[in-house]
């Protein structure tokens, strides 16, 4: 048992491992990002201050918290960045995942790995443009006591979703080989309605219904508006619940699709 | 190691001397001419893969259309943006995106300058009679710029419809000279981060900063910056002229600018100097190129 528990951490190190390096490779293209999140911030900050104006409250945001939230928020999303859908399409195109398939570790899990590792990896960069995105729009410590123990929780749950997401997007290519519109497609729309440029209250009508029906909220707004408050309480807990329905409903369709691409691949390489 | 090398003599093929007489109005001719060709035959190529060509012009759309999402959910909860309406953003929106796919559908390939040098597919352009700018604008075998134009058109044209705007023929004229100078300043930027290639091995994330910083600071009316902040986007970095001093001259709302109105009128004519510069600067950066040894 003991052997085994050891050889399972082995390989989920190993390939978190190997992509922490990866990022470090590529820290020309993180610390770009990193910046490019920056700029962004000042933009949406400014945006944002432009119609408060004299305002208090709307939608139950001030503007100061407003702003923390937009800072954080785009710092998360440099985090959130993934690498498992591009990884995914690379592999089957040239038949290298048929390697990956070999290995005694369950392909799902290597992804899962790798992007663990990436987004340890630009953490360390997001730390770095931190500062930056503080002067330019605004950080502040976390709400309360409540808000600095959940808001880490509510991140890893928001960040498996966004993984598993990105891990089924990229799934598709075992049924077209070339879905690099498909995936900036997604990349885009998901962007969007996880809450980077306005939170997911702001959305209006029917489009706000709809946003809220889906996963994308937790994988941006959930946790940054947990951590200035906005989100408090018996809500914090209720909202968690339903992060974990969604990373059991999103699991389960994960298994699903890949039963299906499994069997997709044995034919072509058969 | 690779050996330096001088560069064969572009003028040799193509400079005035050479081309006669009226020598700068051949030479403009035969380049616009073999840049036709050049560019029709990458596009032909780019329509061998028909099904991602839908995609990539429909991630455009939406890589551009989430865009405005954003403004439209933001004015819905809120009147105005720094004194511009929803229409008028869309104007300003509009403008900048049309620019912008106007230099990406003219010159993308220029973006991949860098991949070119590394691979030492420049070395064949410098040995073609044409000139290597051409040949790289030339080089992108991709039609997501399309997506950009179409929704580019496709604002402008709503905006156009829902502003009232007087049009006269000069303001059409300075219309469609201000969407070239944008267009012209955002080729400047590329040609300009373009020209590091030559010293550094890939311009990949600089290009992709560059890019999106533009859209980001360009398509928003300036009134929501500091006026120090409005200043360096007007002179240090000239973003403004790309589409928002345009925008405010068309739509009758210099007087909210922080810099000379007039100065709105010079956008085309800042767009062709900007272009001058970034084109000596260019020059000047290709004399560094050594081969890949190949």
Same mark, same amino acid.
């Given at each position: 048992?003991?052997?085994?528990?050891?050889?399972?951490?082995?390989?989920?190190?190993?390939?978190?491992?190997?992509?922490?390096?990866?990022?470090?490779?590529?820290?020309?293209?993180?610390?770009?990002? %990193?910046?490019?999140?920056?700029?962004?911030?000042?933009?949406?900050?400014?945006?944002?201050?432009?119609?408060?104006?004299?305002?208090?409250?709307?939608?139950?945001?001030?503007?100061?918290?407003?702003?923390?939230?937009?800072?954080?928020?785009?710092?998360?999303?440099?985090?959130?960045?993934?690498?498992?859908?591009?990884?995914?399409?690379?592999?089957?195109?040239?038949?290298?995942?048929?390697?990956?398939? %070999?290995?005694?570790?369950?392909?799902?899990?290597?992804?899962?790995?790798?992007?663990?590792?990436?987004?340890?990896?630009?953490?360390?960069?997001?730390?770095?443009?931190?500062?930056?995105?503080?002067?330019?729009?605004?950080?502040?410590?976390?709400?309360?006591?409540? %808000?600095?123990?959940?808001?880490?929780?509510?991140?890893?749950?928001?960040?498996?979703?966004?993984?598993?997401?990105?891990?089924?997007?990229?799934?598709?290519?075992?049924?077209?080989?070339?879905?690099?519109?498909?995936?900036?497609?997604?990349?885009?729309?998901?962007?969007?309605?996880?809450?980077?440029?306005?939170?997911?209250?702001?959305?209006?009508?029917?489009?706000?219904?709809?946003?809220?029906?889906?996963?994308?909220?937790?994988?941006?707004?959930?946790?940054?508006?947990?951590?200035?408050?906005?989100?408090?309480?018996?809500?914090?807990?209720?909202?968690?619940?339903?992060?974990?329905?969604?990373?059991?409903?999103?699991?389960?369709?994960?298994?699903?699709?890949?039963?299906? %691409?499994?069997?997709?691949?044995?034919?072509?390489?058969? | 190691?690779?050996?330096?090398?001088?560069?064969?003599?572009?003028?040799?093929?193509?400079?005035?001397?050479?081309?006669?007489?009226?020598?700068?109005?051949?030479?403009?001719?035969?380049?616009?001419?073999?840049?036709?060709?050049?560019?029709?035959?990458?596009?032909?190529?780019?329509? @061998?893969?028909?099904?991602?060509?839908? #995609?990539?012009?429909?991630?455009?759309?939406?890589?551009?259309?989430?865009? #405005?999402?954003?403004?439209?959910?933001?004015?819905?909860?809120?009147?105005?943006?720094?004194?511009?309406?929803?229409?008028?953003?869309?104007?300003?929106?509009?403008?900048?995106?049309?620019? $912008?796919?106007?230099?990406?559908? /003219? /010159?993308?390939?220029?973006?991949?300058?860098?991949?070119?040098?590394?691979?030492?597919? #420049?070395?064949?352009?410098?040995?073609?009679?044409?000139?290597?700018?051409?040949?790289?604008?030339?080089?992108?075998? @991709?039609?997501?710029?399309?997506?950009?134009?179409?929704?580019?058109?496709?604002?402008?044209?709503?905006?156009?419809?829902?502003?009232?705007?007087?049009?006269?023929?000069?303001?059409?004229?300075? /219309?469609?000279?201000?969407?070239?100078?944008?267009?012209?300043?955002?080729?400047?930027? $590329?040609?300009?981060?373009?020209?590091?290639?030559?010293?550094?091995?890939?311009?990949?994330?600089?290009?992709?900063?560059?890019?999106?910083?533009?859209?980001?600071?360009?398509?928003?009316?300036?009134?929501?910056?500091?006026?120090?902040?409005?200043?360096?986007?007007? #002179?240090?970095?000239?973003?403004?002229?790309?589409?928002?001093?345009?925008?405010?001259?068309?739509?009758?709302?210099?007087?909210?600018?922080?810099?000379?109105?007039?100065?709105?009128?010079?956008?085309?004519?800042?767009?062709?100097?900007?272009?001058?510069?970034?084109?000596?600067?260019?020059?000047?950066?290709?004399? $560094?190129?050594?081969?890949?040894? $190949?």
């Amino acid at each position: 048992m003991r052997t085994r528990v050891r050889r399972i951490w082995r390989g989920w190190y190993g390939y978190a491992r190997l992509m922490f390096l990866t990022v470090l490779q590529y820290r020309v293209a993180v610390l770009s990002s %990193a910046a490019l999140s920056v700029v962004w911030i000042l933009l949406l900050t400014r945006v944002w201050t432009a119609v408060y104006g004299e305002r208090g409250l709307v939608e139950g945001f001030d503007l100061e918290t407003l702003i923390v939230y937009l800072t954080l928020v785009n710092l998360q999303n440099v985090i959130m960045s993934n690498s498992v859908t591009r990884i995914i399409t690379e592999r089957v195109r040239v038949g290298t995942v048929l390697f990956d398939i %070999a290995r005694p570790m369950p392909l799902i899990s290597q992804l899962i790995a790798q992007q663990a590792g990436q987004s340890v990896g630009v953490c360390g960069f997001v730390l770095l443009a931190a500062p930056f995105a503080a002067l330019v729009g605004g950080l502040a410590p976390p709400a309360d006591l409540g %808000a600095a123990v959940t808001y880490p929780v509510a991140l890893t749950l928001g960040w498996l979703i966004n993984t598993l997401l990105a891990i089924l997007v990229g799934l598709a290519t075992f049924w077209a080989m070339e879905i690099g519109g498909f995936t900036l497609l997604y990349q885009v729309v998901a962007g969007f309605l996880s809450g980077t440029s306005v939170p997911v209250v702001f959305f209006p009508g029917v489009f706000g219904v709809i946003v809220e029906l889906l996963p994308f909220r937790f994988t941006g707004y959930v946790p940054a508006a947990v951590y200035v408050g906005q989100i408090d309480g018996v809500a914090v807990l209720r909202t968690m619940g339903w992060a974990v329905v969604w990373i059991v409903l999103l699991g389960g369709l994960l298994a699903l699709v890949w039963g299906r %691409a499994y069997r997709k691949v044995v034919v072509q390489g058969g | 190691m690779a050996r330096p090398r001088t560069l064969p003599q572009r003028e040799a093929v193509d400079s005035p001397a050479r081309a006669g007489r009226r020598g700068w109005l051949v030479t403009l001719r035969r380049t616009i001419r073999l840049y036709w060709i050049l560019r029709l035959a990458a596009w032909r190529s780019a329509l @061998q893969y028909r099904l991602n060509i839908l #995609f990539m012009v429909a991630a455009g759309v939406a890589y551009q259309g989430v865009g #405005f999402v954003f403004v439209w959910v933001l004015l819905h909860s809120f009147p105005t943006l720094a004194g511009w309406g929803l229409r008028e953003v869309l104007f300003l929106y509009g403008l900048r995106l049309v620019a $912008h796919a106007l230099w990406l559908v /003219c /010159c993308d390939g220029f973006q991949l300058i860098d991949r070119a040098v590394r691979e030492g597919e #420049f070395e064949r352009m410098l040995l073609r009679p044409v000139n290597p700018l051409i040949q790289l604008a030339t080089y992108e075998r @991709q039609l997501d710029p399309f997506g950009d134009l179409l929704t580019g058109l496709t604002m402008f044209g709503i905006a156009l419809g829902i502003t009232d705007i007087d049009w006269t023929l000069w303001k059409a004229v300075y /219309c469609v000279l201000a969407v070239i100078g944008g267009a012209l300043i955002e080729a400047s930027f $590329h040609v300009g981060v373009g020209s590091l290639a030559f010293r550094l091995q890939n311009l990949r994330s600089v290009q992709l900063f560059i890019d999106d910083s533009m859209s980001i600071l360009g398509s928003y009316p300036h009134g929501i910056f500091s006026p120090r902040f409005q200043w360096f986007l007007t #002179f240090t970095m000239p973003i403004a002229f790309i589409a928002y001093l345009p925008a405010s001259v068309l739509l009758e709302r210099t007087d909210g600018l922080v810099v000379p109105g007039w100065l709105g009128y010079a956008s085309p004519l800042v767009g062709v100097l900007v272009f001058m510069l970034a084109y000596r600067v260019w020059s000047w950066q290709m004399r $560094h190129y050594q081969g890949v040894g $190949h």
